[in-house]
């Protein structure tokens, strides 16, 4: 198992990268940082390249990126511009590619959730349509796989479950797209702990956190304790990785050591 921490949420700088917060990635063991793609994709590709050597100086990896859409770049509905996706996917797996990125989380609520009067019939095939047709020949050329990610209904008005997510997986029908589970929106849809199982042939990357994107620290709740269990029991051994809003570097390493005795 790889384990990551996700940039986006945990860092109160928005519009750049965090280095201080990658130093303290490094310094509290963990294997690779996970930018969000939207950010990557506005740095300038010297940016990138610097980004690129502060990583391989740290001797982190940058295995995953989420947050692959910026909200203005319309996937669904009537006022989606394809040709517009190109153009920013054009920039966006350029960069991907100077950091040797492998995975790539199609979360993106704000991209994908559906404009009034666009069902969800419509929408799904839409997505299916899009990543099939858009994305699969970015992610061919960089050896790349899309991880499709549930949203809970609280952020996202469409693909919720895991069940919805392996909708989209299945329409897709190809080896490069899967599945990402996050027990954030896990817990939150109440989903049945156990369709981890079920779908995990299917699963690429995991995302963990308590309600709130909190860091389980201390007690886990038992959701989460479910959450991991059947995780376990699938022997899930690719990436994970924390997605919390900004916490301290000892309660980092508090939160990477829980979650790895769930399957040392």
């Known amino acids: 198992m790889?384990?990551?921490y996700a940039t986006g949420f945990?860092?109160?700088?928005?519009?750049?990268v965090d280095y201080r917060l990658l130093d303290d990635i490094q310094a509290a063991g963990?294997?690779?940082a996970e930018f969000p793609l939207a950010l990557l994709a506005t740095l300038s590709v010297d940016e990138c390249q610097r980004v690129a050597g502060r990583?391989?100086?740290?001797?982190?990896?940058?295995?995953s990126c989420c947050n692959m859409f910026p909200a203005s770049v319309r996937i669904t509905g009537p006022k989606r511009d394809w040709q517009a996706a190109r153009h920013y996917l054009d920039g966006a797996f350029e960069r991907l590619a100077l950091l040797g990125v492998k995975k790539v989380v199609f979360?993106?609520?704000?991209a994908r959730n559906l404009p009034e009067g666009t069902t969800p019939e419509e929408g799904y095939q839409q997505v299916i349509d899009f990543v099939g047709e858009v994305v699969l020949p970015y992610l061919e050329a960089g050896r790349m796989v899309l991880a499709m990610e549930p949203i809970g209904g609280y952020e996202a008005n469409f693909i919720n479950t895991l069940d919805d997510g392996m909708r989209v997986v299945r329409g897709v029908s190809h080896p490069r797209v899967r599945l990402l589970a996050d027990s954030v929106h896990v817990l939150y849809?109440?989903?049945?702990?156990h369709h981890l199982v079920d779908y995990a042939p299917h699963l690429e990357h995991i995302h963990v956190c308590e309600a709130e994107r909190a860091l389980p620290l201390g007690q886990m709740s038992e959701g989460l304790k479910a959450f991991l269990t059947m995780l376990q029991a699938t022997g899930y051994n690719k990436t994970l990785s924390f997605e919390p809003v900004p916490y301290a570097l000892p309660e980092m390493r508090t939160a990477l050591d829980a979650v790895k005795s769930w399957f040392n």
């Open 55 to 63: 990583l391989d100086d740290l001797g982190l990896g940058a295995d």
């Open 10 to 16: 945990a860092s109160p700088i928005k519009d750049a």
């Open 30 to 32: 963990f294997d690779f």
């Open 107 to 110: 979360g993106s609520s704000g």
């Open 2 to 4: 790889r384990y990551g």
């Open 189 to 193: 849809e109440g989903e049945d702990p």
